[in-house]
């Protein structure tokens, strides 16, 4: 039987973002799909939150996904004919040093996918097509047997690690026996795909959110001549939703916009329902549960394959650290971290659903009003975590352990500019010395450094930290914070990332 370390069912956003976690510290894992070839469907193309980019400048992908979208998408809202109201949401969420992104990134998942799986090929991992995960067993404490189903047969394959990144029906899931509590809207559905659209300039989202005439959301997407189309299924002679097609959604436009608008040529056809569900658990034994397998809910508010690739950047150094000794303990932060924020996304996709409801029933705005300071994910944090120790006194009012750790641009005690993203970039804890008063510290926490950590001492506190006096910060290898600490207090730091790491850094010298 072959064997490997993390078998990774589902090659999603989710998927691709946990297998590039894993590959590039170095850890055997193996990427299935069901499919026999990668999906064109746009899907989520009102795009990418500014965690997930912050998340994707340290996967070294940035570049490619800054240049294949946008965030100058104007929203138009029409009734009938009319434009109704036009605006360019976070127009005035201009990049700030703690926060380089502010907007909403506009570009179609597909191509989100494309990208991530170029850049795991660089680590020479390829998503294996046609290969879908049938069963599994966990009958052995450290194995996990699974059988993939191809077209040459089955296979047999032991894992140390199952993760299930295998969508909103996830088999994982089921066989694990978790419940999907939640709900779903049945008659709240909408025909959704990917078409061609004569009689528009691809240069805005036009919508028309009428109650009694229907919905109807046109996007063009980047980088292509299609365009991503949401619309009210129109009824049949018998009363009932018409099927997904090319006629549906021709009568569904013509009902709303009454405009000289033509559909054709689709690629992607398919209804989308309001769910709102989530797993009660992310783990049982060996085997993990991320993205949709874990959560689904509306799509306004942009927040679901965000969400899967936060839930696989936050799941994947904790893998690949237990798989290199750490404590297995470690293992357990996944869900005691994870759940809460798949809890906020259910209950802020809710809420944007209901304040774009609200502008339908009267108002004169669109999907924007779905769109909110939170949904940007930039304050997310993990205070509440065994993983979080804050040592500093309750007086300061700096970030605190379980912050997601701002960018900045700053000198370091050598005079050189340093960004601090460029020195979190990569696999490595990073202890941040903020003021000469740290030197010591740093040096003693370096003397006993596991690879995994960087030692970065700056001679200034930027202002995106917030921090009074000098301080050490400890930042995980995911960018949020571990640890703050007073400045001489490299036993706190060498205690954390012992206990973490299990023993394997020395103590403090004198
Ligand atoms: C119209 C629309 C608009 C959306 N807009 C947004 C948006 O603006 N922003 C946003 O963040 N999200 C948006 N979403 C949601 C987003 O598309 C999903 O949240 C995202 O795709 C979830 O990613 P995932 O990797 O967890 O799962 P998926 O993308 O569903 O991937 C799961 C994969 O697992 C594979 N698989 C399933 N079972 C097996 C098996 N047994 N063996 C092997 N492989 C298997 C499937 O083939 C699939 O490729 C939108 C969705 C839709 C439909």
């Not at 990134?105 to 390829?126: C, D, K, T």
């Not at 059988?147 to 088999?171: C, P």
């Not at 939640?182 to 036009?206: M, N, S």
């Not at 991320?290 to 799509?299: C, L, S």
Request: aromatic letters at 6%; one cysteine or more; proline letters at 5%.
């Amino acid at each position: 039987m072959d064997s490997v370390s993390v078998l990774i069912s589902g090659a999603g956003p989710t998927g691709l973002t946990l297998g590039l976690e894993l590959a590039r510290r170095g850890v055997a894992v193996r990427i299935i799909d069901k499919e026999e070839s990668f999906t064109t469907a746009s899907r989520g193309k009102a795009g990418i939150q500014p965690r997930t980019l912050e998340v994707f400048y340290d996967l070294g992908v940035i570049d490619r996904v800054l240049a294949s979208g946008t965030q100058r998408l104007p929203f138009r809202r029409y009734r009938r004919d009319r434009l109704i109201n036009e605006t360019i949401p976070y127009l005035d969420n201009a990049p700030t040093q703690g926060e380089p992104f502010r907007r909403l990134h506009f570009m179609p998942q597909s191509r989100v996918e494309e990208i991530l799986r170029e850049r795991l090929a660089e680590y020479g991992v390829a998503v294996e097509l046609g290969t879908e995960l049938v069963e599994f067993e966990q009958t052995d404490v450290d194995r996990v047997t699974a059988t993939l189903a191809t077209a040459q047969g089955t296979e047999q394959l032991s894992a140390a690690y199952l993760v299930g990144s295998d969508g909103g029906r996830s088999l994982v899931r089921k066989q694990l026996g978790i419940s999907f509590e939640g709900f779903t809207e049945e008659e709240k559905q909408l025909i959704v795909g990917d078409v061609q659209i004569d009689g528009l300039a691809p240069d805005a989202w036009y919508q028309w959110l009428d109650l009694d005439l229907g919905v109807v959301m046109l996007c063009p997407l980047s980088g292509t001549r299609s365009w991503q189309i949401q619309a009210t299924p129109p009824v049949d002679a018998d009363g009932r939703p018409m099927e997904p097609s090319v006629q549906a959604l021709q009568r569904a436009v013509d009902r709303a916009t009454g405009m000289p608008i033509r559909v054709h040529d689709a690629t992607w056809l398919s209804t989308s329902r309001i769910n709102v569900r989530m797993a009660d658990r992310l783990r049982v034994g060996r085997v993990f549960l991320a993205g949709d397998a874990a959560h689904v809910h509306p799509v306004l508010g942009a927040l679901g394959a965000n969400t899967g690739v936060q839930d696989a950047y936050n799941l994947g150094w904790k893998l690949a650290l237990v798989l290199a000794g750490a404590v297995p303990e470690l293992l357990d932060t996944y869900q005691e971290e994870r759940l809460p924020v798949a809890r906020w996304t259910l209950d802020t996709s809710v809420a944007s659903t209901r304040a774009v409801f609200e502008e339908m029933t009267g108002g004169i705005g669109g999907a924007e009003a779905g769109l909110t300071q939170e949904t940007l994910q930039l304050g997310l944090e993990y205070r509440a975590s065994s993983l979080s120790r804050a040592m500093l006194g309750e007086t300061d009012t700096g970030v605190q352990a379980g912050d997601r750790a701002p960018d900045s641009v700053c000198l370091d005690m050598a005079g050189q500019l340093v960004r601090l993203f460029d020195v979190f970039r990569g696999p490595h804890f990073t202890l941040l010395g903020f003021g000469a008063g740290c030197e010591t510290a740093l040096r003693e926490v370096a003397a006993g450094t596991p690879d995994d950590l960087r030692t970065c001492l700056l001679g200034e506190r930027p202002a995106a930290y917030g921090l009074g006096a000098d301080t050490l910060v400890l930042v995980r290898p995911d960018g949020y914070i571990g640890l703050t600490a007073p400045s001489g207090d490299s036993a706190a730091v060498l205690g954390y990332l012992g206990s973490l790491l299990g023993g394997t850094v020395p103590a403090a010298t004198a």
